[in-house]
């Protein structure tokens, strides 16, 4: 039952923080406070996606490894790339960039742990009742290897998941999304 629910919350924390995307819509041009925020989400968890137009009117129109935003304007937006050097787009093409969020993901992770502790928790403790009624653990009539007596192991394993949640949602991340405005 352990190994169980531990992988149905390690499979729910992964789908709910793929999911999770934030956004925040932008004015048009992004402020130099605006740009600042996204390259330094950017910076700090090394990931930036471009998000397009769709489709795309041609493939040599795409940025290999963004890596922030060096400059915008009307017609333009210059991107940061890999090796130090700026690539620009039409600004028509670029609908905003995405970026993790850590620290969301974080918090989304430790939820879903704790999540997944307390339903096990409670599932422990309705077994746990239907034992003692019957004579509890320490009676010949229940045979019971002995963990499933002890609280000490459930809130122990409990206060793994919520760990293992936050550490997964850590690495995952969460994604926010940086929209540019319909304004331009």
Same mark, same amino acid.
């Given at each position: 039952m352990r190994f169980g629910s531990t992988t149905a919350a390690l499979i729910a924390s992964t789908g709910l923080l793929a999911a999770g995307c934030a956004h925040d819509r932008m004015a048009w041009p992004p402020t130099a406070t605006d740009?600042?925020?996204?390259?330094? =989400? =950017?910076?700090?968890?090394?990931? !930036?996606? $471009?998000?397009? $137009? &769709?489709p795309i009117p041609s493939p040599n129109l795409r940025v290999g490894r963004p890596t922030g935003i060096a400059s915008v304007d009307?017609?333009?937006i210059g991107f940061l790339v890999a090796d130090g050097e700026t690539s620009k787009?039409? =600004?028509?093409l670029v609908t905003g960039v995405t970026v993790k969020d850590r620290g969301r993901? @974080? !918090?989304? %992770?430790? &939820?879903?742990? @704790?999540a997944a502790a307390i339903v096990e928790l409670a599932a422990w403790f309705w077994v746990k009742s239907d034992w003692d009624r019957r004579g509890g653990c320490g009676s010949p009539a229940v045979d019971l290897s002995g963990d499933i007596c002890e609280t000490s192991t459930y809130i122990?394993? %409990? =206060? $793994?998941?919520? !760990? @293992?949640?936050a550490a997964l949602g850590y690495l995952i991340g969460s994604r926010r999304t940086f929209d540019f405005g319909p304004d331009r």
């Open positions: 740009i600042q925020r996204i390259n330094e =989400a =950017a910076q700090d968890n090394h990931w !930036l996606r $471009v998000e397009y $137009v &769709s009307n017609d333009e787009l039409p =600004a028509r993901g @974080t !918090l989304i %992770g430790a &939820s879903i742990g @704790t122990g394993f %409990g =206060a $793994v998941m919520i !760990l @293992t949640g």
